[in-house]
């Protein structure tokens, strides 16, 4: 049962962040260009995807495979990820959360300090 959540969750990750590709390839053409106008930037950026992306599994299956020994059925660099993922996912879930926190704060305190939080052209 874990192991099907963990499938579906993963494969909606997978697609999430495949979606997000394309502004950034956008963003890597536009710079080919030999003269790029500001404009031309201006928009690209703000098609970026600047959020993050934080995969983190709710059920216990990788625990289990690790419990069980059947982790070492997957093939090794996967393994190895998996099980650094599940070693350091708390400190990294930490980590996203100060700094999503920090940029809250950053774009909140914009307007106080005299900045506009839209860039007019």
Avoid: C, Q
């Amino acid at each position: 049962m874990d192991l099907e959540i963990d499938k579906h969750y993963a494969e909606d990750m997978i697609s999430a962040l495949d979606s997000s590709l394309a502004p950034v390839n956008n963003y890597n053409e536009i710079f080919k260009k030999p003269y790029v106008t500001f404009p031309e930037i201006y928009s690209v950026i703000l098609k970026m995807p600047f959020g993050y992306r934080i995969i983190k599994f709710e059920s216990t299956t990788i625990e289990s495979l690790i419990n069980n020994g059947e982790i070492k059925l997957i093939e090794t660099e996967l393994r190895n990820n998996l099980v650094r993922y599940n070693r350091e996912k708390e400190g990294l879930l930490f980590i996203y959360s100060e700094i999503t926190k920090s940029s809250d704060d950053i774009l909140r305190n914009i307007p106080m300090d005299g900045g506009t939080l839209v860039l007019k052209l």
